[in-house]
């Protein structure tokens, strides 16, 4: 009797199981075909979002962060890549072989005298070459007239050098500033909003938070891009400073072999 009794429950139990693994079975496959839906529409969400050029997303968070501080930092950038490629174009072309313009001065100066090494520099481009002009000038009244000549106008090409450098000095620290001045206004926007609803709604906290992340990240940007440039600058012309040193006591060296043979 207890056998039969067992037997019963279990096949109670079994019976009881099987009718709710198929009542979950369509809810499962309803919620499959639901995640799948989901999942698809996902899928093309993202296919539309990749399908957009770098330029439109630029362009779309440009006009996001509001056209009144983004503006300024794009003047920023522009003002600021114009004065930097102005001035390494200006350095490129400031660049001389001061070896080679050594050597041809020194033979100048031995077979055609002072006339004739001014002749090569004044055929030379560069603050090296118009040093050695000016040293070459005053080289028939003295060797410390020579020197005083050289050294004051490496003074000068020196300030042409660096001229407009300091334009791009500031647009660095400007640009960052703008993006921190519009992360400020984009947050007491936010707080205006909270503030006249009553109420700590996130949607109306979210304009004004992005405008504001917006506006930081693009002065940032364009802070990094013009710090490239100038950190190039500089080394271009203390390069050229160093040149230009370099071949001031080479000059000096060759006009007292010139006054010392003749």
Same mark, same amino acid.
């Given at each position: 009797?207890?056998?039969?009794?067992?037997? /019963?429950?279990?096949?109670?139990?079994?019976?009881?199981?099987?009718? $709710?693994?198929?009542?979950?079975?369509? %809810? #499962?496959? $309803?919620?499959?075909?639901?995640?799948? $839906?989901?999942?698809?529409?996902?899928?093309?969400?993202?296919?539309?979002?990749? !399908?957009? &050029?770098?330029?439109?997303?630029?362009?779309?968070?440009?006009?996001?962060?509001?056209?009144?501080?983004?503006?300024?930092?794009?003047? *920023?950038?522009? =003002?600021?890549?114009?004065?930097?490629?102005?001035?390494?174009?200006?350095?490129?072309?400031? &660049?001389?072989? #001061?070896?080679?313009?050594?050597?041809?001065?020194?033979?100048?100066?031995?077979?055609?005298?002072?006339?004739?090494?001014?002749?090569? *520099?004044?055929? #030379?481009?560069?603050?090296?070459?118009?040093?050695?002009?000016?040293?070459?000038?005053?080289?028939?009244?003295?060797?410390?007239?020579?020197?005083?000549?050289?050294?004051?106008?490496?003074? +000068?090409? /020196?300030?042409? =050098?660096?001229? !407009? +450098?300091?334009?791009?000095?500031?647009?660095?620290?400007?640009?960052? /500033?703008?993006?921190?001045?519009?992360?400020?206004?984009?947050?007491? &926007?936010?707080?205006?909003?909270?503030?006249?609803?009553?109420?700590? !709604?996130?949607?109306?906290?979210?304009?004004?938070?992005?405008?504001?992340?917006? #506006? %930081?990240?693009?002065?940032?940007?364009?802070?990094?891009?013009?710090?490239?440039?100038?950190?190039?600058?500089?080394?271009?012309?203390?390069?050229?400073?160093?040149?230009?040193?370099?071949?001031?006591? &080479?000059?000096?060296?060759?006009?007292?072999?010139?006054? !010392?043979?003749?």
């Amino acid at each position: 009797m207890k056998k039969l009794f067992s037997i /019963m429950a279990i096949a109670a139990l079994v019976f009881a199981g099987s009718i $709710t693994a198929n009542a979950a079975a369509p %809810t #499962t496959s $309803t919620s499959l075909v639901a995640a799948s $839906t989901v999942t698809l529409v996902q899928d093309d969400a993202a296919e539309d979002v990749d !399908n957009r &050029t770098w330029h439109q997303k630029l362009k779309e968070r440009f006009i996001q962060g509001g056209p009144g501080f983004m503006g300024i930092v794009l003047v *920023c950038l522009i =003002l600021g890549l114009a004065m930097a490629i102005e001035r390494i174009i200006f350095l490129n072309l400031s &660049t001389t072989d #001061t070896q080679k313009l050594a050597e041809d001065v020194e033979d100048a100066l031995k077979n055609g005298g002072v006339d004739a090494a001014k002749e090569v *520099c004044r055929n #030379t481009k560069g603050p090296v070459a118009s040093i050695y002009y000016q040293g070459l000038e005053r080289a028939d009244e003295s060797i410390e007239a020579a020197e005083k000549a050289v050294v004051a106008y490496g003074g +000068v090409q /020196m300030g042409q =050098l660096e001229k !407009n +450098v300091s334009w791009v000095s500031l647009f660095i620290a400007l640009a960052p /500033m703008l993006g921190f001045m519009g992360t400020v206004i984009g947050m007491i &926007t936010a707080f205006d909003k909270i503030e006249a609803a009553g109420d700590m !709604n996130p949607s109306l906290v979210a304009g004004g938070i992005k405008v504001a992340l917006l #506006t %930081t990240v693009f002065g940032l940007v364009v802070a990094i891009i013009l710090q490239i440039f100038y950190n190039y600058i500089i080394a271009k012309i203390d390069s050229i400073v160093n040149s230009m040193e370099d071949a001031s006591i &080479t000059l000096i060296d060759m006009l007292i072999d010139y006054k !010392n043979k003749k």
